[in-house]
């Protein structure tokens, strides 16, 4: 299973904690008659609240493990995704800090709550929902006619390893099939079909999975023609 997939799993049961979480307060704070007694609502709450916080620690620690192999590479989503989660974060520490020590600010809480749940649902969609709404249109997507690259430029392979060394080999395999962060790129282009969009083999596909990448590889826009003349020369012999 990929881990953006195990992520995007984790997150659904992270966003469903923090709406369980804020629909008990929801009820706590309601004037009205409830069936449920508080007490079983704050221990629900509390309850929650932790699965939360858990799955925020696992989740933002694959986030950040991705982060350190992708290096400066991430797209704008991404970036916008972290300064979220990062600001998610914040609120949270801070209301805990108020729940537990400094209780004058109570009545800031449920505001900050309110808060917190609103940018898990951002943090949420800017990539589970990005990652799940890809994948359903990468697969009604038409498979393209291969069209040959119209220059080509002559590849240095020995430039190319050593790119690939420092780009890509902290989430591909060069020298075997089975998958690391992202497939392995043996044989890759002497297959008919690329390993995760399913798109065919060739040139051009491969240069767009650099440029615009499918799904959740980050992308490498400042490679030069001849860098990537380099790498494609370098692929090739795989
Ligand atoms: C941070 C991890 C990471 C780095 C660095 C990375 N990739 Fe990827 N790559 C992936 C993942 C993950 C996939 C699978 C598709 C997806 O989920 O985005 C992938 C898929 C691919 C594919 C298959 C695309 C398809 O359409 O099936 C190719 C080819 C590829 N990468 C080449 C490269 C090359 C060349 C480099 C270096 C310049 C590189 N990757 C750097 C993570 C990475």
């Not at 659904?12 to 979480?21: N, W």
């Not at 108020?98 to 600010?105: L, T």
């Not at 020995?158 to 060394?165: C, M, V, Y």
């Not at 080999?169 to 044989?187: I, Q, V």
Request: aromatic share 12%.
């Amino acid at each position: 299973m990929s881990l953006f997939l195990i992520k995007s799993i984790l997150s659904t049961f992270f966003f469903l904690s923090g709406l369980i979480a804020l629909l008990c307060m929801f009820i706590l704070m309601g004037k009205t008659e409830r069936k449920i007694s508080s007490n079983l609502l704050r221990k629900l709450h509390k309850s929650s609240g932790f699965v939360f916080t858990a799955l925020l620690f696992v989740i933002s620690y694959i986030c950040i493990k991705y982060w350190a192999m992708a290096g400066d590479q991430l797209s704008t989503r991404a970036d916008l995704h972290a300064v979220l989660a990062l600001a998610l974060f914040i609120v949270f520490l801070l209301k805990i800090l108020i729940v537990r020590f400094f209780k004058q600010f109570l009545k800031f809480v449920p505001v900050m709550g309110m808060t917190v749940f609103a940018l898990s649902f951002i943090v949420f969609c800017t990539s589970a929902g990005f990652f799940f709404l890809r994948s359903l249109s990468a697969k009604s997507e038409t498979p393209e006619i291969s069209i040959p690259s119209q220059v080509k430029l002559q590849g240095n392979i020995e430039k190319g390893a050593a790119l690939f060394k420092s780009l890509c080999s902290s989430c591909h395999h060069a020298d075997k099939e089975e998958r690391k962060l992202g497939p392995g790129l043996k044989n890759i282009l002497k297959k008919e079909k690329l390993p995760s969009s399913g798109r065919p083999v060739n040139i051009e596909n491969i240069r767009r999975q650099l440029r615009t990448p499918f799904l959740t590889m980050p992308s490498f826009k400042s490679l030069s023609d001849r860098e990537l003349a380099d790498l494609l020369a370098y692929l090739e012999i795989l």
